[in-house]
């Protein structure tokens, strides 16, 4: 069992930035990698950006160049540094741990709204 918690989340106007932070507890030693979905209104969900334990990085292409996932191996933390945000980034944000079998993990997630 592993939960994952979100935060960090807010409200930004255009071209500001946020940091998200995701913490995992329970059994973490399931966990190959950590990630960021998010979804907005009308939209499907959609995978942003992935870490794993090899420290290889994956981005939507609509975050390249703006976001940036990192690892607190030590806190069992990833964080989603987002720089340049756009109002197209308002979401709901959730923390992500894909398992080879079963369920994969996820966070309750944290409000991002960007104002125009």
């Known amino acids: 069992q592993v939960q994952l918690v979100e935060s960090g989340g807010g409200l930004v106007q255009a071209g500001g930035s946020l940091r998200l932070s995701c913490a995992a507890s329970?059994?973490?030693?399931?966990?190959?990698?950590m990630g960021w979905y998010r979804q907005a209104p009308g939209k499907q969900r959609e995978l942003v950006a992935l870490i794993t334990r090899a420290n290889s990085t994956n981005y939507a292409d609509s975050v390249k160049g703006r976001f940036t996932i990192s690892r607190d191996n030590a806190k069992n933390t990833v964080y989603l540094q987002m720089n340049s945000l756009k109002p197209e980034d308002t979401a709901v944000y959730y923390c992500y741990a894909p398992r080879r079998f079963g369920s994969d993990y996820w966070g309750q997630g944290t409000q991002v709204t960007v104002s125009s």
């Open positions: 329970g059994s973490i030693f399931s966990i190959n990698a």
